[in-house]
């Protein structure tokens, strides 16, 4: 075990990225951005250097709108504009000088966009009507909406290469925009963008075509993606993997596998609640494992969701379940956990799993409640073993 160990920490080239160790932070929206703009701001930007300095081989910024009517969150940051591509040079500074290689995570969030956003412009989505937890009623998307979505992704991209970033992940999961068009339960068209499952998938290949024209066969393409929607009348874990293969298939960099969405319930939503050290750890580990198997071995596979101890990675790694291993709130509670581990501290992460941080977004930027009341001696979030 001490061996499997080790090998999380060496570097390793894949999915198009030379990184100096098998730990991703994956993609995490901290608020903090100007509300009416979506600039960065210095309070973030220190964010992601913090991250960058805690050990990291990749970080995924948080998402980020590619226009207007595509946000999502309050004071979410956006790359809907040239003026924009700035804050990607400032990013790739910070993130590159702690020695991490950065991605940044694109989104149209369709109709899952929360109603405190103001002023995000018209309501898009499949079929029209609403979802659960989204902002309202929605419109069905036209063609032209949907040609215009399309530049907009392309554009995004290349805000995020000529700005120094390493790749781009799309993000295709969590009941965005992308995960609406490939749901059965959301998308009720009967022209060539619903359907089928060739039409339910359609968006994803032609957003990962459009992308790559813009930004050319050497820059890392890669999507997140839920391999299973966790949803009464969703896509199922078999249609998941298909247009998971189809995407490596055509050609796209690195998979990371999520799963669940925000309409899910709390039991089977993308942020379990409640994860311990074990059995509970890795969520979606079967649904990687079956994609590592069966996908091109030069696209990558991440895996994400309730990771939280070492010797639960090592013994995934040497299972042959992914090639990276990528957190979440585990880097909100400690933002240094990957040098805490390599500096010999092996302990598991002391995220308890309680959502809790979510909440936090009301004050302007995301931290840990928690560890913040450890911090002032409150209580201890760690048991003793
Ligand atoms: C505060 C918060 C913000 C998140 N923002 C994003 C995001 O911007 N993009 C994304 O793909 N996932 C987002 N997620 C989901 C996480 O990336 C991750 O998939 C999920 O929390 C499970 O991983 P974990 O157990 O390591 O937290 C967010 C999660 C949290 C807790
Ligand atoms: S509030 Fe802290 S302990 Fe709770 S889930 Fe978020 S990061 Fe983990």
């Known amino acids: 075990m001490k061996e499997a160990i080790s090998l999380l920490f060496q570097s390793l080239s894949t999915g198009g990225l030379t990184l100096r160790n ?15 703009t979506g600039a960065l701001t210095e309070g973030l930007l220190g964010r ?57 995570q694109i989104v149209h969030a369709g109709a899952m966009r929360h109603p405190s956003t103001v002023g995000a412009g018209r309501l898009l989505s499949p079929s029209g009507g609403a979802i659960r937890g989204g902002g309202g009623l929605s419109e069905a998307a036209t063609e032209s909406d949907i ?85 009464e009348g969703g896509y199922d874990a078999e249609e998941g993997l298909r247009l998971a293969l189809l995407l490596a298939q055509a050609g796209v960099d690195g998979i990371e596998v999520s799963g669940g969405t925000g309409y899910s319930t709390a039991e089977r939503a993308e942020s379990r609640i409640g ?22 071995r030069d696209c990558a596979v991440a895996l994400v969701g309730g990771l939280r101890s070492l010797e639960r990675m090592a013994e995934l790694l040497e ?14 509670a400690e933002p240094d956990l990957v040098n805490r581990w390599f500096e010999d501290d092996l302990s598991p992460s ?12 009301e004050r302007g930027l995301i931290d840990c409640p928690v560890m913040r009341d450890k911090d002032e001696g409150i209580w201890d979030p760690v048991p003793e073993s």
């Open 147 to 231: 040609a215009r979505i399309l530049e907009d992704f392309a554009a995004a991209a290349r805000r995020a290469r000529e700005g120094g970033a390493d790749a781009v992940q799309i993000h295709g999961a969590h009941g965005y925009l992308l995960t609406q068009f490939f749901s059965p339960l959301h998308n009720r068209r009967d022209d060539g963008w619903g359907g089928s499952f060739e039409g339910r998938s359609r968006l994803f290949l032609e957003v990962f075509r459009a992308v790559r024209a813009e930004v050319g066969r050497d820059f890392p393409l890669w999507f997140k993606l839920s391999l299973s929607e966790e949803v």
């Open 22 to 36: 098998r730990f991703m932070r994956s993609a995490t929206w901290l608020a903090g951005a100007d509300a009416e």
């Open 350 to 361: 002391a995220c308890v799993s309680c959502n809790a941080c979510f909440k936090t977004a």
């Open 319 to 332: 299972g042959g379940v992914c090639d990276l291993f990528s957190m979440s709130r585990p880097l909100i």
């Open 48 to 104: 992601y250097g913090e991250l960058a300095m805690g050990g990291l081989g990749l970080l995924a910024t948080g998402y980020s709108y590619i226009s207007r009517d595509g946000k999502g969150a309050f004071r979410q940051w956006g790359l809907h504009d040239d003026r924009r591509t700035a804050d990607v040079r400032r990013l790739a500074e910070v993130v590159h000088g702690g020695g991490a290689k950065l991605m940044i």
């Open 275 to 296: 994860v311990t050290r074990g059995e509970s750890e890795a969520y979606f580990a079967e649904s990687a494992k079956r994609l590592r198997a069966q996908a091109p």
